[in-house]
């Protein structure tokens, strides 16, 4: 199935997140074959859905390869690496399991499944969804920032190995209004949140799909960069008034 008639495919990972959910019905609303992938078994509306945990890299990465082979697709048009393990500890408490899971599924998985569909994804696009921790961050987030700075990077240097061939870029967000951000703040913590942004309001996960397709589409003069979506946010001082 190259095509399978006619519909272009994609890849996403963390399917079911608050994210990875959106961009699965936009793209499915796009008229795209949609794969996703996530570890957690439940409905996805996916035309493929793979249940694996890519904190166990290689055989995830096979059985997403091996998926994605036993339906004959030859062709994938877009990958989005967007799942991601955010563990959030004071610096005395950290693992080093924290830091093996977090840099398997947020980094090594990610460029594993570039390497293992590279020839699928002749002609195509790869998203990394980054995020606002890698260039601005706070207390507790050692771990999570560390491994969204290193896909920056490796999107930067991915763009160099694969081009002109698949076009690499990243997303890095700020906040991103999904349930589980609103699940972990007052209606309160989340006007003022919504304050300290610029644009006065919190990042749209369609908004962000739109993006996301735009770069996938590769009709944008674009690879090898990372897009701050974060509304203005990471150019505004916090500085106490005076």
């Known amino acids: 199935m190259k095509k399978n008639s006619g519909r272009k495919i994609i890849l996403i990972t963390g399917c079911l997140g608050g994210i990875g959910s959106v961009m699965v019905d936009f793209f499915s609303k ?6 996703g992938t996530d570890k957690r078994e439940s409905f996805s509306n996916a035309d493929i859905k793979i249940t694996t945990d890519l904190n166990d890299v290689e055989e995830s990465t096979n059985q997403i390869l091996n998926t994605i082979n036993q339906n004959k697709i030859t062709q994938i048009d877009a990958l989005i690496n967007n799942a991601a393990v955010q563990i959030k500890k004071k610096f005395d408490d950290l693992t080093c399991d924290d830091w093996l899971e977090s840099f398997n599924v947020n980094v090594i998985a990610g ?37 969204k700075g290193a896909i920056r990077t490796m999107t930067q240097n991915l763009s160099l190995e694969l081009a002109p061939d698949i076009m690499v ?13 609103k699940a972990g703040l007052s209606k309160e913590e989340y006007l003022q949140l919504r304050k300290f942004h610029p644009v006065d309001r919190i990042g749209s996960p369609v908004e962000l799909s739109k993006l996301v397709y735009t770069l996938c589409e590769r009709n944008i ?14 150019k505004l001082l916090h500085d106490p008034e005076v």
């Not at 796009?30 to 794969?35: A, D, E, L, P, Y």
């Not at 699928?120 to 990394?128: A, F, P, R, T, Y």
């Not at 003069?221 to 990471?234: Q, R």
């Open 111 to 147: 460029f594993m499944l570039v390497k293992k569909l590279r020839k699928h994804l002749h002609g195509g696009s790869v998203v990394n969804i980054g995020s606002i921790h890698s260039s601005q961050s706070k207390k507790g987030f050692l771990v999570y920032a560390t491994t």
């Open 30 to 35: 796009k008229g795209w074959f949609v794969i």
């Open 169 to 181: 870029n990243c997303i890095a967000p700020a906040a991103i209004d999904t349930p589980m951000l």
């Open 221 to 234: 003069f674009l690879t090898g960069t990372c897009i701050e979506y974060d509304g203005g946010i990471s």
